[in-house]
């Protein structure tokens, strides 16, 4: 055991995007093989309280902790790559500081003081990450800090960053540097000068990075690395190179036999013994594939792929675990609105449904609002008419329901109140708790809870046990009132939660697979072990593949 926590402080320079989460993410994960217990928090110096009110469109994906906090979608990569359940607090914004502060200073805690950055907003900030290292035990917390070095927005928490590393020990403390080596297609070599920039702009506040990794396409060149090494003040040992790579779980590999935990380590002043043999055993598996399907997710937010980032890793985590490749289509889901101005935007006619047919398995991911509904509606119904694999993700397992209603129960206004408040057969309601709540922010149905599944289903089957914990996010649910009538015809309900208080799990048992969940399963999958839905639709979608499927149903 570490006897004082050491931090590691991972910023980024030149431009946003560049992967400080999958860095932090990397480092994290090869120091936790050392033996060392290790967690990440991801900085975001938005205004935001957290990220559940924000557009996914342009910030990406929101990540459901188990407590059921809203966070970035890098606490996701964390878990994914430490194989943690991470909480709110590992979450850190500008909102949730500043609010602690006026709290305490409305509370009365600082004594007459003019409250000031510096030192009440930094000392919150640093107490923040004091307190988890401490509460959790940790040997070393990875912090990384969201934005770009001179943006205005992370100063408080770069000069809070500094204190710490003024304020402990000189072995306590690491600072990680993200930065960019482009190369200019005219020109052809690897340019250094936006990384001395970006290392000049970190020191004008007071920070020395202990090391740089820099982005680039292609593998630093001994050249490129003496240029940076000289400018940056910068041992060449300590200039990592973090080149593309066909997966993102092969980046603590690349970074490993490059020597980024010797050069970490001995700073400090920490012994281990690094044993990567099981984690290049997983990483391995994302390379050399024997089969190859396609999936069309159809969604909302396509047009930024980071809006549903969980849901393409559960699939590549479901594709390896099987030995197969999946190729993936992002379909804006107002491609298959049936109005004629919509379809005519798209230059497609209203049949463009028949697309479909051509991939292994449909994906329906979460979302909100009228936009698109109806295109989600026409391709549920579509992939259960045409016995094609499908999986539908929180609003994809509710507009599900509503098709099976439309198209199967002849319920032709069926809808949900989301959508059509006024609907003479509401299939889809407000959760009665949701109605007297004015706030937006952190008041869905957020978090873990129970799920108790049938026996003789396939949710059973898939899951091989009679109770399973998901997590959640969501205002609107099933209205039991339709369930008989739904049963029916062929649907069945097959989880439910809080004592059967709320349907979980749909499926249409005769199909090849048809399955919708009201959690968030994909939150849940791991590299080396898929959540078990994901992991099953892949199975069918091969099977889908090789036998190319009988239409069983009629629309």
Same mark, same amino acid.
Not at 68 to 79: A, Q
Not at 232 to 255: F, G, K, R, T
């Given at each position: 055991?570490?006897?004082?926590?050491?931090?590691?402080?991972?910023?980024?320079?030149?431009?946003?995007?560049?992967?400080?989460?999958?860095?932090?993410?990397?480092?994290?994960?090869?120091?936790?093989?050392?033996?060392?217990?290790?967690?990440?928090?991801?900085?975001?110096?938005?205004?935001?309280?957290?990220?559940?009110?924000?557009?996914?469109?342009?910030?990406?994906?929101?990540?459901?902790?188990?407590?059921?906090?809203?966070?970035?979608?890098?606490?996701?990569?964390?878990?994914?790559?430490?194989?943690?359940?991470?909480?709110?607090?590992?979450?850190?914004?500008?909102?949730?500081?500043?609010?602690?502060?006026?709290?305490?200073?409305?509370?009365?805690?600082?004594?007459?003081?003019?409250?000031?950055?510096?030192?009440?907003?930094?000392?919150?900030?640093?107490? /923040?990450? $004091?307190?988890?290292?401490?509460?959790? =035990?940790?040997?070393?917390?990875?912090?990384?800090?969201?934005?770009?070095?001179?943006?205005?927005?992370?100063?408080?928490?770069?000069?809070?960053?500094?204190?710490?590393?003024?304020?402990?020990?000189?072995?306590?403390?690491?600072?990680?540097?993200?930065? +960019?080596?482009?190369?200019?297609?005219?020109?052809?070599?690897?340019?250094?000068?936006?990384?001395?920039?970006?290392? /000049?702009? +970190? $020191?004008?506040?007071?920070?020395?990075?202990?090391?740089?990794?820099?982005?680039?396409?292609?593998?630093?060149?001994?050249?490129?690395?003496?240029?940076?090494? +000289?400018?940056?003040?910068?041992?060449?040992?300590?200039?990592?190179?973090?080149?593309?790579?066909?997966?993102? %779980?092969?980046?603590?590999?690349?970074? %490993?036999?490059?020597?980024?935990?010797?050069?970490?380590?001995?700073?400090?002043?920490?012994?281990?013994?690094?044993?990567?043999?099981?984690?290049?055993?997983?990483?391995?598996?994302?390379?050399?594939?024997?089969?190859?399907?396609?999936?069309?997710?159809?969604?909302?937010?396509?047009?930024?792929?980071?809006? %549903?980032?969980?849901?393409?890793?559960?699939?590549?985590?479901? !594709?390896?675990?099987?030995?197969?490749?999946?190729?993936?289509?992002?379909?804006?889901?107002?491609?298959?609105?049936?109005?004629?101005?919509?379809?005519?935007?798209?230059?497609?006619?209203? =049949?463009?449904?028949?697309?479909?047919?051509?991939?292994?398995?449909?994906?329906?991911?979460?979302?909100?609002?009228?936009?698109?509904?109806?295109?989600?509606?026409?391709?549920?119904?579509?992939?259960?008419?045409?016995?094609?694999? %499908? +999986?539908?993700?929180?609003?994809?397992?509710?507009?599900?329901?509503?098709?099976?209603?439309?198209?199967?129960?002849?319920?032709?206004?069926?809808?949900?109140?989301?959508?059509?408040?006024?609907?003479?057969?509401?299939?889809?309601?407000?959760?009665?708790?949701?109605?007297?709540?004015? =706030?937006?922010?952190?008041?869905?149905?957020? !978090?873990?809870?129970?799920?108790?599944?049938?026996?003789?289903?396939?949710?059973?089957?898939?899951?091989?046990?009679?109770?399973?914990?998901?997590?959640? $996010?969501?205002?609107?649910?099933?209205?039991?009132?339709?369930?008989?009538?739904?049963?029916?015809?062929?649907?069945?309900?097959?989880?439910?939660?809080?004592?059967?208080?709320?349907?979980?799990?749909?499926?249409?048992?005769?199909?090849?697979?048809?399955?919708?969940?009201?959690?968030?399963?994909?939150?849940?999958?791991?590299?080396?072990?898929?959540?078990?839905?994901?992991?099953?639709?892949?199975?069918?979608?091969?099977?889908?593949?090789?036998?190319?499927?009988?239409?069983?149903?009629?629309?």
């Amino acid at each position: 055991m570490v006897i004082h926590p050491k931090f590691i402080f991972v910023t980024g320079g030149v431009m946003s995007g560049l992967g400080k989460g999958i860095v932090t993410s990397s480092t994290a994960k090869l120091l936790q093989l050392c033996g060392l217990k290790v967690s990440c928090i991801k900085i975001d110096p938005y205004l935001n309280y957290d990220a559940g009110t924000m557009n996914p469109l342009t910030h990406g994906e929101v990540f459901v902790t188990e407590d059921g906090g809203e966070c970035d979608m890098d606490v996701g990569n964390y878990e994914r790559f430490l194989d943690v359940n991470l909480t709110i607090d590992h979450n850190i914004t500008t909102g949730r500081i500043f609010s602690n502060v006026i709290k305490s200073e409305r509370a009365g805690k600082y004594l007459g003081q003019c409250v000031q950055i510096i030192p009440h907003i930094t000392d919150e900030i640093k107490s /923040q990450l $004091r307190e988890i290292s401490v509460k959790e =035990n940790l040997d070393v917390l990875v912090v990384e800090c969201g934005g770009t070095v001179g943006d205005i927005e992370s100063l408080p928490f770069l000069e809070a960053l500094r204190q710490m590393k003024l304020e402990d020990e000189y072995s306590d403390t690491f600072f990680i540097h993200v930065t +960019l080596a482009p190369v200019l297609d005219t020109v052809g070599d690897q340019k250094t000068k936006p990384t001395q920039h970006s290392v /000049q702009e +970190l $020191r004008r506040i007071g920070i020395q990075p202990d090391l740089l990794a820099v982005r680039c396409k292609t593998p630093l060149t001994k050249d490129t690395i003496r240029k940076i090494s +000289l400018f940056a003040n910068i041992s060449p040992d300590s200039v990592m190179s973090c080149h593309d790579v066909s997966s993102i %779980y092969s980046v603590p590999e690349i970074l %490993y036999e490059q020597g980024i935990a010797k050069v970490i380590l001995k700073k400090l002043n920490l012994s281990y013994n690094l044993d990567i043999s099981d984690w290049k055993k997983i990483s391995k598996t994302y390379t050399g594939y024997n089969d190859h399907i396609k999936i069309a997710i159809i969604g909302k937010y396509v047009n930024l792929k980071d809006s %549903y980032v969980s849901v393409y890793q559960a699939l590549l985590h479901a !594709g390896a675990k099987l030995n197969t490749e999946i190729e993936i289509d992002w379909i804006d889901s107002e491609k298959f609105e049936t109005k004629d101005d919509v379809a005519l935007n798209y230059g497609i006619l209203d =049949n463009s449904l028949t697309l479909l047919n051509s991939y292994d398995g449909i994906l329906v991911p979460g979302g909100f609002g009228a936009r698109g509904s109806e295109g989600i509606i026409n391709a549920s119904n579509h992939a259960r008419a045409n016995n094609i694999p %499908y +999986l539908g993700i929180c609003f994809g397992f509710q507009l599900a329901i509503i098709a099976f209603a439309r198209y199967v129960c002849k319920l032709s206004d069926a809808n949900t109140t989301e959508i059509n408040e006024k609907t003479s057969n509401p299939l889809i309601v407000y959760m009665p708790e949701q109605k007297h709540i004015k =706030n937006l922010g952190g008041t869905m149905r957020l !978090g873990l809870h129970e799920i108790e599944l049938t026996a003789d289903s396939n949710a059973f089957e898939i899951y091989q046990n009679s109770s399973i914990e998901r997590r959640h $996010r969501h205002r609107y649910e099933f209205n039991q009132n339709f369930k008989e009538l739904l049963e029916k015809h062929g649907m069945r309900f097959t989880g439910s939660s809080d004592n059967k208080k709320r349907i979980e799990i749909l499926e249409i048992p005769k199909h090849m697979f048809y399955f919708g969940i009201q959690y968030h399963g994909e939150f849940h999958s791991r590299p080396g072990n898929p959540e078990p839905s994901f992991k099953h639709f892949i199975k069918a979608s091969i099977k889908k593949k090789a036998t190319k499927g009988n239409q069983i149903f009629s629309s």
